[in-house]
């Protein structure tokens, strides 16, 4: 049984989920971490076929999900990162994967890097972030919103207003998955529901606004030679948002020897849309762990 557990950071309300194995775990444990706008409810077809073989958590990034949206904190990759090494450390404590989609794929990356041999692993779902040679150009999250949206929109509340208004319409939620799904069989009102309930939280909005100035970090190729563990890359190859097909050659350059990679015909949530695909990877990949 899934079970919801009360944890803080930095004195804020997490929400965070785990689940024991079904049968007796001898693998590392699994933590999983979603994208920009998404929350734990993005997981729901992964964590039930993982926790047959392994201890499996997930968590709302702060300003995120169920997890508290307070003003202050500078959210960003730092923010997130440091988040999931403390999670690991306090709630965990044992080696494990992390697994990350889009943002939540940087965030997995820096943490993974930061947590040395407390990290068993690391899996990028079409991961976010940029190289130090693109560091003129944000790439990712970042890059997401000003190709959509326009620079005119970076220093006007109001208009970040009007948009969060009309960015979190049902009818607009679930014409923008149905962008980056290639397949829309799972755009369904559930997945829809669990994007809109966040939104409408106190301080949502201020979160919002940070998808105009998200602190890039550090570059993934540093992180990358950072990283002691076996990395696994999942590419929703077809994915517009990236240009996944694009950057798949950046992170071949880059990536760790210990590499595995797996391309399938998906946008940029795979583990939503193909999840059958993901989950079957996955568990092929972990199994060389053990």
Not at 152 to 176: C, D
Request: overall charge neutral; some cysteine; charged content about 20%.
């Amino acid at each position: 049984m899934t079970v919801a557990a009360a944890w803080t950071f930095e004195g804020h309300p997490i929400h965070s989920l785990s689940r024991d194995p079904d049968a007796a775990a001898q693998g590392p444990a699994i933590l999983l971490v979603h994208g920009f706008g998404a929350s734990t409810d993005h997981w729901r077809f992964n964590i039930p076929v993982l926790a047959e073989h392994y201890e499996v958590h997930a968590l709302d990034l702060l300003g995120f999900g169920r997890s508290a949206k307070p003003e202050g904190p500078r959210y960003g990759g730092a923010l997130w990162r440091d988040q999931l090494v403390a999670y690991v450390r306090e709630r965990i404590g044992r080696p494990t994967v992390l697994v990350g989609n889009s943002l939540g794929g940087y965030a997995a990356l820096a943490a993974g890097a930061s947590l040395g041999d407390q990290c068993a692993g690391v899996v990028l779902l079409n991961a976010a972030g940029p190289f130090s040679d693109e560091q003129g150009e944000p790439k990712g999250w970042g890059a997401i919103a000003r190709r959509t949206i326009g620079s005119a929109l970076l220093k006007s509340p109001i208009l970040q207003r009007l948009l969060f208004e009309n960015m979190r319409r049902p009818g607009n939620v679930r014409r923008t998955l149905k962008q980056v799904y290639i397949d829309p069989t799972n755009v369904d009102d559930e997945l829809v529901e669990s994007i809109l309930r966040p939104s409408r939280d106190p301080g949502a909005f201020g979160v919002f606004r940070t998808v105009f100035d998200i602190p890039r970090g550090q570059p993934l190729d540093e992180l990358f030679a950072q990283l002691q563990a076996p990395l696994l890359l999942l590419w929703g190859i077809r994915d517009p948002w990236i240009n996944a097909a694009g950057r798949r050659g950046a992170f071949q350059r880059h990536a760790p020897a210990n590499t595995t990679e797996v391309v399938l015909q998906a946008g940029h949530c795979p583990h939503d849309e193909v999840p059958d695909q993901v989950n079957r990877a996955m568990l092929e990949w972990l199994a060389t762990l053990r």
